[in-house]
């Protein structure tokens, strides 16, 4: 029987990879730097602060990553995401439906905790979770398992009475790490490899579904 399911954020309960990547582009063109020979898929579900040190290793020193990094929370900030309109319209119906059963609900997220809670006040989804976890309350971001035992940890529930929802593979990979099932928002836009995945969902609105046949 399944007592509680931890989420990801990005790409499962909001749509916000293609803002982020526009995002990012403005920003580092603004410093002279063109991510256009990459695209979301290569920024998605990965800690950003390991990304700058890779993406900005060829123009900066170490020193000079950090003052970057720095000024891209800074700049996001006065470039915040307009997630009440980015959130997927299957999410508040399913969440509401896994809580009015009992099911405890947690969010496990590589994002920064502003942006997490940016993300759920705004869009008046805090409720509904009894653990939120960002990358500052872990030591390893995805794919290491940490933020997924943590989380298991948190709710008090035995891993095999826990599902993951994810949609990266580096998030699905952490999941799997963890010992927990997982299933996967499928991708149909950036060919992210979900092979690791138990199970694949179109949207959230199969959940319940999925959630009554375990």
């Known amino acids: 029987m399944i007592k509680g399911i931890i989420f990801d954020m990005d790409g499962v309960l909001f749509d916000t990879e293609p803002f982020y990547f526009k995002r990012r582009d403005m920003f580092l063109r603004a410093k002279g730097i063109t991510i256009e020979n990459l695209s979301p898929k290569d920024f998605i579900g990965g800690n950003l602060q390991e990304i700058w040190k890779d993406l900005l290793a060829n123009h900066f020193s170490p020193d000079q990553v950090k003052v970057v990094a720095a000024d891209y929370e800074a700049y996001k900030l006065d470039h915040k995401p307009p997630y ?22 947690a969010l496990a997220s590589n994002s920064s905790q502003t942006d997490i809670l940016l993300a759920l006040d705004s869009s008046q989804m805090s409720p509904f979770f009894d653990v939120i976890l960002a990358r500052e309350d872990v030591t390893h971001g ?37 010992g927990m099932t997982v299933l996967a928002i499928t991708d149909y836009r950036y060919g992210i490899d979900q092979s690791q995945a138990d199970q694949h969902l179109d949207h959230l609105a199969q959940l319940c579904a999925i959630v009554e046949q375990l």
């Open 84 to 105: 009440q309109e980015l959130i997927f319209s299957e999410v508040k119906p399913c969440l509401e439906a896994l809580r009015k059963r009992g099911i405890k609900l």
């Open 142 to 178: 995805k794919p290491h398992p940490e933020i997924y035992d943590k989380a298991a940890q948190q709710l008090g529930i035995p891993k095999d009475e826990l599902l993951v929802v994810e949609d990266s593979q580096k998030g699905i990979a952490a999941a799997k790490a963890s």
